[in-house]
């Protein structure tokens, strides 16, 4: 109840300055593209040198947290068309690929109880178990180091150096 009160009266703070969001009937949407044949894609990432996106995906079923080795990222042009259904890992496969982040060659995403980061160039990637993690959901990196959330343990973990593809 206190959380939702305060959410409300932010809400009607930032109406009352006009700085909220304008309402959704005055939203537009570009253009609406649907991909088929990707199972259940859950998250999006931009590569601005190949001018491409990545797309995480759970593969056939919808249970996010199966570990079930049917996990991949996708590449996509900007228009949605497949470049490559299976892109990473190079071998082998994820269990629900989360939320992803990319920042120079590298690219971060969160699987179940384990982070993962790519070389996009060489397809190199590597797992990084985080104890007691249950559902990790979304990865940043800052200052050198990653950061993930765990939606069930209710915790954010920090993971310092942020590409441990090398160490």
């Known amino acids: 109840m206190r959380g939702r009160l305060w959410k409300s009266l932010a809400l009607a703070a930032l109406l009352a300055l006009g700085l909220a969001a304008p309402a959704p009937a005055q939203w537009h949407v570009s253009a609406q593209t649907t991909v088929t044949g990707l199972g259940h894609p859950e998250s999006v990432a931009w590569d601005p040198r190949d001018q491409t996106l990545y797309l995480s995906n759970f593969g056939p079923p919808l249970k996010p947290g199966q570990k079930d080795h049917r996990g991949y990222i996708s590449r ?14 190079a071998e082998g496969s ?12 590298r690219l971060w995403t969160a699987d179940i109880d384990a982070l993962w980061v790519f070389d996009l160039d060489s397809r190199q990637g590597r797992r990084l178990e985080l104890p007691g993690a249950v559902f990790l959901n979304d990865p940043v990196v800052a200052g050198g180091r990653l950061y993930v959330s765990d939606t069930q343990a209710h915790r954010v973990y920090q993971v310092e150096p942020a590409d441990f593809l090398a160490t």
């Open 76 to 89: 996509l042009d900007q228009g949605g068309r497949v470049l490559e259904p299976r892109r990473l890992p």
């Open 94 to 105: 994820l269990h629900k690929p989360k939320g992803l982040w990319l920042q120079g060659r």
